[in-house]
């Protein structure tokens, strides 16, 4: 192969947002797929009016990151300086589209799997997913006869970690508002109390 025809092929494949995990991990935030203005960004969460950040700075989940790197409110910059803080990140599926309802049911199924082989790995306390979209594949992997699922602390594991899933923080989901959405991170923030004794 030439050099050009193999410049041309990388040229072609979407860049995506690296996984920031590592082992020993309080925390891995799992989303459904990373935005393409999130790509561009190079940070997780990074559209302005998407409500992770400051509903995340919000919540007493973060407390100790806050207080660690001395800020009152994290923003998407700092998402790589949390996994020494014990907060990861990472998406069931790293391709990037405009929006989640690009991805075929075979992406989704796929990154079932393979989130499920990075949660191994890393071993994360638990892993908080994003929307019950991104939980769904991952649901139907572990128990596909089951009743439908629910946000919350879920019944089963994905491996030794616990899942929590908690509401998408997309503003395309007008369900939930910035402070239901900082609540539901305090209830995560309980269960993982609660994990750790």
Same mark, same amino acid.
């Given at each position: 192969?030439?050099?050009?025809?193999?410049?041309?092929?990388?040229?072609?494949?979407?860049?995506?947002?690296?996984?920031?995990?590592?082992?020993?991990?309080?925390?891995?935030?799992?989303?459904?797929?990373? +935005?393409?203005? +999130?790509?561009?960004?190079?940070?997780? $969460?990074?559209? =302005?009016?998407?409500? $992770?950040?400051?509903?995340?700075?919000?919540?007493?989940?973060?407390?100790?990151?806050?207080?660690?790197?001395?800020? @009152?409110?994290?923003?998407?910059?700092?998402?790589? #300086?949390? %996994?020494?803080?014990?907060?990861?990140?990472?998406?069931?599926?790293?391709? =990037?589209?405009?929006?989640?309802? @690009?991805? +075929?049911?075979?992406?989704? /199924?796929?990154?079932? /799997? &393979?989130? *499920? /082989?990075?949660?191994?790995?890393?071993?994360?306390?638990?892993?908080?997913?994003?929307?019950?979209?991104? !939980?769904? %594949?991952? !649901?139907?992997?572990?128990?596909?006869?089951?009743? *439908?699922?629910?946000?919350?602390?879920?019944?089963?594991?994905?491996?030794?970690? =616990?899942?929590?899933?908690?509401?998408?923080?997309? =503003? *395309?989901? &007008?369900? $939930?508002?910035?402070?239901? #959405?900082? /609540?539901? !991170?305090?209830?995560? &923030?309980?269960?993982? @109390? @609660?994990?750790?004794?």
């Amino acid at each position: 192969m030439t050099a050009n025809i193999i410049a041309k092929q990388a040229a072609a494949k979407p860049a995506t947002l690296p996984d920031l995990l590592r082992p020993g991990l309080d925390l891995v935030f799992v989303g459904i797929n990373p +935005s393409l203005y +999130s790509v561009a960004k190079g940070h997780y $969460f990074a559209r =302005p009016t998407n409500r $992770f950040w400051p509903a995340f700075s919000r919540s007493r989940l973060s407390a100790k990151a806050r207080a660690a790197l001395g800020l @009152e409110r994290l923003l998407p910059e700092h998402d790589t #300086q949390l %996994p020494a803080h014990g907060i990861g990140f990472t998406d069931l599926v790293k391709r =990037p589209s405009a929006r989640a309802a @690009e991805l +075929s049911r075979w992406e989704l /199924e796929a990154g079932a /799997e &393979a989130l *499920a /082989e990075k949660l191994a790995e890393a071993r994360p306390r638990i892993a908080c997913l994003h929307g019950l979209t991104a !939980y769904r %594949p991952l !649901y139907r992997l572990l128990a596909p006869t089951g009743a *439908a699922p629910l946000l919350g602390l879920q019944p089963m594991r994905l491996g030794p970690t =616990p899942l929590f899933v908690v509401p998408n923080p997309s =503003p *395309a989901n &007008a369900h $939930f508002t910035p402070a239901d #959405q900082a /609540e539901w !991170y305090d209830r995560l &923030a309980a269960a993982l @109390e @609660e994990l750790t004794g």
